[in-house]
Nanobody, 124 residues
């Protein structure tokens, strides 16, 4: 079982930055894929970024490329999402999630474990 707890959400003006953190506990095997998934009201869930826990390979949704950076600490127990140049359309609930099979896709359905989410608001 994997437990994920997000923090770092908040309200920011367009163009601003936020860093989300996710504390992971439980059994996280090598090869897990850890990611950030967001969902805005009346929109589908979107995997914005994920990272392989065994190597530093990362994948980003086109909507955030060049603005968001996903990373982990050396122990692979904390996942981060640095979000820069935030836009109003980035506002959403952001979830930390884990894909135990390391499929490395942008399909939210591949992520079996989810945190409770942290809200990000972008408005002037």
């Amino acid at each position: 079982q994997v437990q994920l707890v997000e923090s770092g959400g908040g309200s920011v003006e367009p163009g601003g930055s936020l860093r989300l953190s996710c504390a992971a506990s439980g059994y996280i095997a090598r090869g897990y894929c850890m990611g950030w998934i967001r969902q805005a009201p009346e929109k589908e869930r979107e995997v914005v970024a994920h990272i392989d826990t065994e190597n530093p390979y990362t994948t980003y949704a086109d909507s955030v490329k060049g603005r968001f950076t996903i990373s982990t600490d050396d122990a692979k127990t904390t996942l981060y999402l640095q979000m820069n140049s935030l836009k109003p359309e980035d506002a959403a609930m952001y979830y930390c999630a884990a894909d135990p099979y390391g499929l490395g896709t942008l399909d939210p359905g591949d992520f079996a474990y989810w945190g409770q989410g942290t809200q990000v608001t972008v408005s002037s």
